[in-house]
C-alpha cells in the first residue's frame, strides 16, 4: 500500500468514537436503536435528513464506479485517468490535506453529521473537519460561480428526495480516489431520500460532457451510525508529500 | 485568493503597526475586504425562534483584526505567567514562523472567532454549529441539549463545547484543548487547563456580542476576558482552503 493511499484513507478505521446515546431516537425493547422505524419529518413535513451517518464500505470512495456502471471517458480524461493510476495517486488533493470534492465525501467511510435547519442544509464531515453547505432556500443556482473545491449547491425536494444540483467545482478535485477526472463543466445531481430510520440513498450522476460521452451513475448506501459523537480529525501531518514520488 | 490573502496580511501588518488604540475601538474597525454598502448592516429588534430564544443564525464577519493580531494592543493587563510572557517575547522575535495557523492548523479558542474570516451560525435543536470560512475551513459542535461535558474529553484543538442560555445570553463552556493553539497571531500561549466561556448576545438584527473569558491557569494567573462585535454579513461565506498556499511553509523562518 502507498503512502499516498494511507493518506487518502484518512484516520485510522478502529478509532474509538464516543458513547453518547442519540436523544430523541426510536429504540427496540432492548435500548437498540430502531433502525427500521419510519423516517423523522420536520415541522413542515419533509424528511428530516439531521443525524451522523456512514458509507459502510470504502469502495465508492476508491471507485466511483465500483457498480459498474458505463463510464465513457474521453481520450484526454482515459489518459489521465490512468497516469493518476500509474502514479499510485501520488498528486491526490488529500494527500495533501486539501478537501475531498463532494462525490468523495458522499462515498467516504468516515462518519458525517447532517444538520437540516431552514433553508439550510449543512454537511459536517469527521475527515478533514471539513464542511459543505445546500442551500436549500429557493435561490438558483449562480450564473457565473467562483470555482470552489464544494462548488456551489442548492437543494429542492422532489416529493420526499432532496435533490441536490452542484455546479462550479474546480477542476482540482478527482471523483474517487482512483482519480475519475472531470472538466469546468461538470454537474454533479445527487438524490438523497431516506427510506427509514435508519438508512439513507444517495444517487450520483456525474454530468460533465467535456470529460465524458454521456452521464453515469452511482448509488452510495449510507447507514445512520447512532449515540455517537463526530471525532476531531485534523489534517496535522503536511510532511508527508514530499516522500510521495509516484513512478 | 492567494492575493486576497497576501493583502489581507498586509493590512494585518499595517494594523499591527498601528498604535494600540483605545478598547472601544475596536468595534469601530472595518472589516477586512468589506465595505458595507449604505444602511448595512440591517437596524431592527433581534429576531426569534419559535421557542422565543434569540435566532443567532446567519453569516457574521468577526470586525476584530487587533485582536486576532495583537490581544494586548487590546486588553489591557493580560495576567499572564511569566514562563508565558518568555514564550510571547519569543514567539514575536521569530515573526510568528511557528504559529499554527500558518501551517493551515485550526485556530483553537477564542481566535476561531477573531480571524479575519466570516462565520455562519446554524441554530438546530439541541445543536448549534458554527462553520467557518477560513483559518481553517472547519465547524465547530455546541450541545445544547443539557449533556454535560465527558470526564475525560481526549484533547482537541476545538475542545468539548456545551451551551446553554443565559436569559437571551447563549453561554458556551469549553474545555478539552490540546494546548498547542495561539490566542492571537503574535502567540499568547494556551496549554491544556484551558477553558473559554463564550457569551454570545445578538445585540441587534445587525450585530452580535461575544464575550470570550480566558480561564487557563496553566499559562495565565487569573480569568481575562477579550470582547468582540461581529457584523451581520452581507452576502455569503466564501470558500478558503489553507493548503492551497501551503507551499509556502518553508519560507516562514523568522530570525
Not at chain 1, 502507498?2 to 432492548?30: E, H, M, S, V
Not at chain 1, 449543512?122 to 459543505?132: G, N, P, V, W
Not at chain 1, 478535485?173 to 438508512?199: I, M
Not at chain 2, 465547524?139 to 470526564?151: A, E, L, S, V, Y
Amino acid at each position: 500500500m502507498t503512502l499516498a493511499f494511507l493518506c487518502a484513507l484518512g484516520g485510522p478505521l478502529p478509532a474509538q468514537w464516543t458513547n453518547y446515546p442519540t436523544p430523541g431516537i426510536p429504540r427496540t425493547k432492548d435500548g437498540k436503536p430502531n433502525l427500521a422505524a419510519p423516517a423523522p419529518r420536520m415541522a413542515d413535513g419533509k424528511p428530516d435528513f439531521s443525524g451522523i451517518w456512514r458509507a459502510l464500505s470504502g469502495k465508492y470512495l476508491e471507485n466511483l464506479a465500483a457498480d459498474g456502471p458505463q463510464v465513457s471517458m474521453l481520450p484526454w480524461a482515459q489518459k489521465l485517468y490512468q497516469q493518476r493510476q500509474d502514479n499510485f495517486g501520488k498528486d491526490r488533493p488529500s494527500g495533501r490535506c486539501l478537501p475531498h470534492g463532494i462525490t468523495d465525501f458522499d462515498a467516504h467511510f468516515t462518519p458525517k453529521k447532517i444538520i437540516q435547519s431552514p433553508g439550510l442544509l449543512a454537511m459536517l464531515f469527521e475527515s478533514y473537519h471539513s464542511f459543505r453547505q445546500i442551500f436549500t432556500d429557493g435561490r438558483p443556482l449562480p450564473k457565473n460561480p467562483d470555482a470552489a473545491w464544494f462548488g456551489y449547491s442548492v437543494g429542492k425536494w422532489e416529493g420526499d428526495t432532496l435533490v441536490v444540483n452542484t455546479i462550479g467545482i474546480n477542476e482540482q478535485t478527482w471523483l474517487d480516489d482512483r482519480g475519475h477526472p472531470h472538466s469546468d463543466a461538470l454537474r454533479v445531481t445527487e438524490r438523497f431520500r431516506r427510506p427509514d430510520f435508519g438508512h439513507m440513498q444517495v444517487q450520483i450522476t456525474i454530468d460533465d460532457p467535456k470529460t465524458y460521452a454521456k452521464p453515469w451513475t452511482a448509488t452510495i448506501p449510507w447507514d445512520l451510525f447512532p449515540d455517537t459523537e463526530l471525532l476531531d480529525w485534523v489534517c496535522e501531518n503536511n510532511k508527508d508529500p514530499a516522500h510521495m514520488v509516484g513512478k | 485568493m492567494y492575493l486576497a490573502c497576501a493583502v489581507g496580511l498586509a493590512l494585518m501588518w499595517t494594523w499591527a503597526a498601528a498604535p494600540a488604540a483605545a478598547q472601544d475601538d475596536i468595534f469601530a474597525q472595518p472589516v477586512l475586504g468589506f465595505i458595507p454598502k449604505p444602511g448595512w448592516p440591517p437596524a431592527g429588534p433581534v429576531p426569534r425562534l419559535a421557542d422565543g430564544k434569540p435566532d443567532l443564525s446567519g453569516p457574521w464577519a468577526p470586525n476584530a483584526l487587533r485582536v486576532n493580531n495583537n490581544t494586548d494592543s487590546q486588553v489591557k493587563d493580560i495576567p499572564i505567567q511569566p514562563w508565558a510572557a518568555e514564550v510571547l517575547k519569543q514567539r514575536r522575535a521569530g515573526i510568528g514562523k511557528d504559529d499554527p495557523e500558518g501551517f493551515c492548523l485550526p485556530p483553537g479558542l477564542p481566535r476561531t472567532n477573531t480571524t479575519p474570516f466570516p462565520f455562519r451560525i446554524v441554530q438546530s435543536p439541541g445543536l448549534i454549529v458554527i462553520i467557518y470560512e477560513g483559518g481553517a475551513h472547519l465547524w465547530r459542535q455546541i450541545f445544547t441539549d443539557g449533556r454535560p461535558h465527558p470526564k475525560d474529553p481526549n484533547p482537541t484543538w476545538l475542545g468539548d463545547s456545551i451551551g446553554s442560555w443565559d436569559g437571551d445570553t447563549l453561554v458556551i463552556d469549553s474545555v478539552g484543548f490540546n494546548g498547542k493553539s495561539w490566542i492571537d497571531a503574535a502567540g499568547l500561549p494556551t496549554t491544556e487547563s484551558l477553558h473559554v466561556i463564550e457569551r454570545i448576545r445578538r445585540i441587534d438584527r445587525g450585530h452580535l456580542e461575544i464575550e470570550h473569558t480566558i480561564d487557563d491557569p496553566g499559562a495565565y494567573t487569573k480569568p481575562w476576558k477579550i470582547t468582540i462585535r461581529p457584523m451581520l454579513l452581507d452576502g455569503e461565506l466564501m470558500e478558503y482552503i489553507c493548503q492551497e498556499n501551503n507551499a509556502d511553509v518553508k519560507h516562514l523562518v523568522g530570525k
